[in-house]
């Protein structure tokens, strides 16, 4: 199964006032957890572990997400990219455990 699927920040989440003062960025952690909540309420599968993460570009405050996932029988690959003017940017890429059933 692979599909696509929009995430949300708002741009007053309270991460950002830490996160950096004066230049924020989405901290890696949230963009993780919105995935991992994302993808199990897509599939109706739990996420036992985070089996590999690269992040490979910082997400700004505002910036349009995606995330796209393909679900396997035990595991699940992803990506999270942002589009611009001149395409898309890739800013995490990786894999996530299911919980066996």
Known sequence: MSERLELFIAEDHPAFA???PGRPIVPGALL???????VAQAT?????????????SPALPG????????????????????????????LVSGRFNLHAE
């Open 32 to 38: 993780i957890d919105l995935a991992i909540r994302a």
């Open 18 to 20: 830490g996160h950096f």
């Open 63 to 90: 910036e349009p997400l995606s995330l796209s996932f393909d679900a396997g029988a035990d595991s699940v690959r992803f990506d999270i990219e942002t589009a611009h003017e001149g395409g898309v940017r890739k």
């Open 44 to 56: 109706g599968r739990r996420i036992s572990s985070v089996a590999q993460a690269k992040f490979l």
